[in-house]
């Protein structure tokens, strides 16, 4: 009896130890990727078309994304566009740059809550007829959560192109494949229509985990004999032969000329979002999925001189605990400062929506790693405790920031509530080798938090040699 006891131990800690070295090596080659010496402003370098719109591909391969552990693609979808059905290995952050629409967020074992009425059914046989589940509506500066492995779908209603940013947490406990994200589709074949799109083009230098992991896949029905098909779905085989969407070539966004029939409310566009979560509300299948980072009235940090900031993380939205990401929106001012900062628990994917800023990126040996101007479109990525100042430039700048914690948190160095602030003026003085008078100075000058209105001492940042 001791012996079996004793076998069963070490088999229990061989699978924990098994367990752990399995990760290591995904762990410890995301974190040598983050011996960074030059950072550089990063813009799509494949475009992908289809016949409802087309998705543009930041390289993945780029050590900035390979520290970080994520991916980035930006999808722009024309009216009547549908984004066909497909799940994913990774968790999805999506920010809805411009437009708006309607999407289905299919999560498994809950039930067709949305389903046309037993009486308008009876009163005609030609009637439309069906149940589905929850059908989201979204709009302009709307943040949408969609966990790893759910399948989901997304239509424009609308009358302008939607543009969708979207990060991909390549590195989440969630995915267990490898390290770069994989697109499974339900429908459709986007690689027949990738194939035909690259006769006689370039899309620029070809990555080794972009486009051929994404909308380049057919869809997984095509892997499956007809005669199970046929029989797992109780169809004939010219039925099931439809699901493998043979001669498909519209690509993996598709037009529906006449519009979707679906069951959805009427929703005003200024709706009503609902408070704090109480836990009867957040269940698996009611779990609030989209919040807008967009409405000034939710600001965290407002300064009328100089700009506002809207974080986003679990406490508003509970969902970013499992998934383990958040979100911030900024707004500055022609000229207006972001107090330097550092995050202290995560990394950040900023991309610039409107305007143009200048940003210094500085590393842990004082070593300026970063120091440019980025404007509308640009992305860079700031790592784990790299130290970061912004600057707007004479429009003004407007970005979205993407953090790998569900609750990222940033020190500042200047301003109230700061590193310095809470030193004590002997500190600053002896630290710095400065007289009492000019450590005083340099404590309490920024009365300001976080963002600051451009200094009368117009020195400005100069763009490195």
Request: charged letters at 15%; hydrophobic letters at 35%.
């Amino acid at each position: 009896m001791a012996n079996h006891h004793l076998l069963s131990l070490s088999l229990s800690i061989l699978m924990v130890f098994h367990g752990c070295l399995a990760y290591q090596p995904f762990q410890q080659q995301q974190q040598n990727e983050c011996q960074i010496q030059r950072i550089n402003p990063l813009e799509p370098n494949e475009r992908v078309e289809a016949e409802g719109g087309w998705t543009e591909f930041f390289d993945a391969n780029d050590q900035q994304f390979r520290c970080a552990g994520v991916e980035v693609i930006r999808h722009h979808i024309r009216p009547q566009g549908l984004y066909l059905p497909s799940y994913i290995n990774t968790p999805l952050m999506i920010y809805i740059k411009q437009g708006k629409g309607y999407q289905g967020i299919i999560l498994p074992g809950c039930s067709e809550t949305f389903q046309s009425s037993q009486q308008l059914q009876e009163q005609s046989q030609q009637s439309f007829q069906d149940r589905h589940q929850k059908i989201r509506n979204f709009r302009q500066g709307d943040v949408i959560v969609i966990p790893a492995g759910a399948a989901h779908w997304m239509y424009n209603d609308g009358q302008e192109d939607i543009i969708a940013i979207v990060l991909l947490d390549s590195t989440n406990q969630a995915n267990q494949l490898d390290q770069f994200h994989r697109r499974f589709f339900l429908a459709g074949n986007p690689k027949q229509a990738q194939q035909q799109q690259q006769q006689g083009m370039s899309w620029g230098r070809p990555s080794q985990k972009g486009w051929s992991q994404e909308e380049g896949s057919a869809n997984i029905f095509r892997g499956f004999e007809l005669e199970i098909l046929s029989q797992a779905f109780n169809v004939d085989p010219q039925t099931a032969q439809k699901l493998q969407s043979p001669g498909d070539n519209r690509g993996h966004i598709i037009r529906v000329e006449r519009g979707l029939q679906v069951i959805k409310p009427p929703v005003p566009f200024q709706q009503q979002e609902r408070g704090n979560a109480n836990g009867f509300d957040e269940t698996v299948c009611s779990t609030k999925l989209t919040a807008n980072i967009d409405n000034p009235s939710h600001v965290d940090i407002y300064n009328p001189q100089a700009g506002r900031c809207t974080h986003l993380n679990s406490q508003k939205l509970p969902v970013l605990q499992m998934v383990q990401l958040s979100a911030e929106r900024g707004v500055l001012h022609s000229n207006a400062i972001v107090s330097p900062y550092w995050v202290m628990n995560a990394h950040s994917i900023l991309v610039v929506t409107n305007g143009n800023m200048r940003m210094q990126i500085v590393n842990n040996k004082g070593e300026s790693v970063f120091n440019e101007q980025i404007r509308e479109g640009q992305l860079v990525v700031v790592p784990q405790n790299f130290a970061v100042v912004k600057q707007a430039g004479q429009e003004g700048c407007r970005w979205i920031a993407f953090r790998t914690n569900d609750n990222a948190m940033i020190n500042t160095l200047a301003g109230q509530n700061s590193a310095i602030r809470a030193m004590p003026v002997d500190v600053i003085a002896s630290a710095y080798q400065m007289p009492r008078e000019q450590a005083l100075n340099l404590k309490f000058n920024r009365k300001e938090t976080v963002m600051f209105k451009p200094s009368s001492m117009q020195w400005g940042m100069s763009a490195a040699a």
